[in-house]
């Protein structure tokens, strides 16, 4: 099965020189991948120009002249028909690629995508969603960041949304779902949470319940359903917490002479710990809830090769059929009038 | 100077086989403190028999039969006259000691503590302020689960009682304040970050704008405001991240025999690094914006040694004299009605 990708090549904190150079890392991985880069050309081809001929004949340069800021409101996004956001996602929409990957400003990917894509039937808002590594596996984790402002039915459709990637991806018939919140009694949490705890508690879900923050690195549930806001804050904390524990680790080796042979010594052990630990591993969260086609959102602040690892998530997500899965799963878990039973 | 501390030694996941112990931990540290521990004495007696005698002359039992549950509502809480966390406030309110530690019911603890002690002037509701470790020192991080459901206003107060606090024990005469959100640009962010972004910008405190995630721990300030809701869930978020870490680190060791003995050499580096990464040393987090006393919460799930760190941090607050610190900052930071110039 060929692959296309399309890639927003001028999003993310970075831009071009981190975005040319992971596609072409994950060209050279994946032979029967093919990308196309969207983006201001001259910027684009010096840096395509010394790749293999191998790798040049499976790519090609789309002309995007505007640029979507990191911090631009969404009606000036709008009008910016031809930036490379959009044209990225309208490749996918004209079934030019199967795929699209950002690392642009969140809001306007959620806002293009939406539009162009459409949602799943009984879906309104399409939720960021990531699998997260936990002690016994990993969780998918929405909405991180694609919905600030949510209502109790918006935490619901996440839930139904997460189960269905859950199923879809790890044949797993019955996933958990936990909504995040501060405490696991009834009483406890916001209006939110208690009125999105009653919907899913009256759906059809296989609905855990509360859980905690550190629920998710200990893989309480399959699925953890919060508001976008907690989401993103709590992802982005993980982060920090993670990059500052690396400092930790270093200046520790670093502290003497006897320390850095200790270093030296252990050094395999402390690089897998520390590959395993990283973040960049686990980049590329997908916007879940599209109707046709799949977007994948990177990390702003990514390196190539978190990048490379996005673009991997997204031909994972095209060649595992993901799309056509959640409707399947979908129509399984609404009843027959597209309502949930 | 005496210090006295009341101990809720009912409070938290474990109750008093881990908040007896810790209290006989920290008296024998702080030779010139005493505690109170308040409790059913028929549980807590057995548990002081044999402790030294130079301990057991610097503690006094203070039977409490009722004990608030971790899950119970504040209605119910406020029905019980004779529980361990009231009688324990109580003990502060009489000024039989100058600060109270419990391991309980956060919501209970906040509305006790608020009712029987009083805010500070221009403040009306305490907050759960916690000093997070950083990879620059420390930020002090508020509301951490003492409210919920917050207005703007609510997080500018947080703001100021931050400042106060940092400025307070810091001697840092203009701490910068950050305040939480899904990202660093104007446009960012949900209602109730942009109205409180407005109030603290227009203040005289030294706001320095939103923050992410990942500034926390990269300590881009000295004081980080969010709702307790958002705060709470980045907190144990960030915590069960250190565990699964923690966990990570010990399978990669144990992985075979050459891991083992690499770990085995690098054992010293391994232990110091853990114990940096350890959160039970910054267990104990100041409900601040009291007037009339110092409370602690420990962590619900604290061991004995994390419940010590909390009770050494409540003797810190009291031999620093914090609440007439904090009294003091607030009267320089307010206008002289009162109010924030």
Chains 1, 2 share one sequence.
Do not use: W
């Not at 890639?7 to 994946?30: I, N, Q, R, W, Y």
């Not at 990191?70 to 028909?81: G, H, I, W």
């Not at 809001?107 to 590594?133: D, H």
């Not at 052990?269 to 959102?297: M, Q, S």
Request: net charge neutral; proline share 5%.
């Amino acid at each position: 099965m060929k692959i296309t990708i399309a890639v927003d090549c001028m999003g993310g904190d970075h831009g071009p020189v981190v975005t040319v150079p992971g596609s072409l890392a994950f060209l050279s991985k994946h032979p029967n991948a093919e990308t196309v880069l969207v983006g201001r050309e001259e910027e684009l081809s010096p840096l395509v120009e010394k790749a293999p001929a191998g790798l040049k004949s499976r790519l090609r340069i789309y002309n995007a002249t505007q640029v979507v800021g990191m911090d631009e409101p969404p009606a000036s996004v709008r009008s910016k028909k031809n930036s490379s956001m959009r044209e990225a996602i309208h490749l996918v929409k004209h079934g030019e690629a199967q795929a699209a990957v950002s690392a642009g400003n969140t809001g306007a990917l959620v806002m293009i995508s939406r539009f162009a894509l459409k949602t799943l039937p009984g879906i309104n808002r399409p939720a960021i969603c990531f699998a997260l590594p936990t002690i016994k596996g990993h969780i998918y984790a929405l909405d991180l960041g694609g919905n600030v402002d949510c209502t109790p039915e918006h935490l619901f459709e996440f839930g139904i949304m997460g189960a269905m990637l859950a199923s879809a991806l790890d044949h797993n018939e019955r996933p958990t779902v936990g909504l995040l919140n501060v405490g696991t009694e009834e009483i406890k949490g916001n209006e939110l949470t208690r009125r999105a705890g009653e919907l899913l508690q009256a759906s059809n879900l296989n609905y855990y319940g509360y859980i905690e923050g550190d629920d998710i690195f200990k893989g309480t549930t399959d699925v953890v359903v919060c508001d976008g806001f907690t989401g993103n804050v709590a992802l982005k904390t993980s982060e920090g917490l993670g990059k500052m524990l690396g400092t930790f680790l270093r200046e520790e080796v670093r502290r003497g002479p006897l320390t850095m042979l200790m270093g030296l010594v252990a050094m395999p052990l402390l690089r897998r710990f520390r590959n395993r630990a990283n973040p960049g591993h686990y980049n590329g969260a997908v916007l879940l809830g599209l109707r046709n086609g799949v977007v994948l959102k990177s990390h702003g602040s990514a390196d190539a090769f978190a990048f490379e690892q996005a673009l991997a998530r997204a031909a994972d997500a095209v060649s595992n059929d993901l799309i056509q899965r959640l409707r399947d799963r979908l129509d399984t878990m609404m009843g027959p009038n597209g309502e949930d039973a």
